[in-house]
């Protein structure tokens, strides 16, 4: 019973340049989280999104992100024109959709963006 | 959400137990405690949560008094792989939300 999966685990651009990071979520679930963890600070919820639907993108700057959760395949997060600033981990999270365990996020490994 | 209230850190010794404070006191009668951490560098990992009962699972035990606006997370025998940052978060467990995470506990276990 594969856990959630992130990949790359670590991913490094040059400023201007496109990152793309993707998340496959537990089988079984639907609901798929991102957060960002900057250098030596605490996690940040960015977005939550269902199959097709982003539900909540309160915590996504205003440019240059987006995320997507395609019926079929994995969720990606993508930057464009990454700067220095976008340095950080990114974590996934899934959850099930129903059920007392669908109030439980398990988390990947996360990806480990380098702007150089 | 309600805010919760952690130490920055604590030690301890291993094979001992740890016992992790969370302070909530404006909890809501809906809201449940949950409890993760972070071992460095890797993702969050859920360890328990619970509305009003103590709680117990392999990983670890969760104490919430009875007024509900406190908590404690005890890991019965801390090996020195249980060194990592807690966190303790209240929400309501309804729908799929976001998880706020504050600065956590950083604790130490200690050969």
């Known amino acids: 019973n594969a856990g959630v999966m992130q990949n790359p685990r670590h991913l490094v651009r040059r400023r201007g340049q496109e990152a793309r990071l993707r998340c496959s979520p537990m089988?079984?679930?639907?609901?798929v989280y991102w957060y960002r963890q900057l250098p030596e600070e605490g996690l940040k919820f960015m977005v939550y999104?269902?199959?097709?639907?982003?539900?909540?993108e309160s915590g996504m700057p205003k440019e240059r992100f987006s995320a997507e959760f395609p019926k079929e395949g994995p969720s990606i997060l993508r930057i464009q024109q990454v700067v220095r600033g976008d340095s950080a981990a990114y974590f996934c999270?899934?959850?099930?959709?129903?059920?007392?365990?669908?109030?439980?996020?398990?988390f990947g490994a996360g990806t480990r963006l380098s702007v150089l | 959400d309600a805010k919760t209230t952690q130490p920055t850190s604590m030690d301890c010794a291993e094979g001992r137990a740890a016992n992790l404070p969370c302070n909530h006191s404006?909890?809501?009668?809906?809201?449940?405690v949950y409890w993760y951490r972070q071992i460095h560098s890797q993702g969050p990992q859920y360890i328990i949560h619970?509305?009003?009962n103590n709680e117990t699972n392999e990983m670890a035990s969760l104490i919430i008094t009875e007024d509900r606006k406190s908590s404690t997370l005890i890991l019965p025998h801390a090996t020195l792989r249980d060194t990592a940052v807690y966190y303790c978060?209240?929400?309501?467990?309804?729908?799929?939300?976001?998880?706020?995470f504050g600065q956590g506990t950083r604790l130490t276990i200690n050969p």
């Open positions: 978060i209240v929400r309501v467990p309804t729908g799929a939300q976001k998880l706020v």
């Open positions: 089988k079984g679930h639907s609901h």
């Open positions: 404006t909890i809501s009668g809906n809201e449940y």
């Open positions: 999104l269902q199959k097709e639907n982003i539900i909540d």
């Open positions: 619970g509305l009003k």
């Open positions: 999270a899934s959850s099930p959709p129903g059920g007392r365990a669908k109030n439980i996020q398990y």
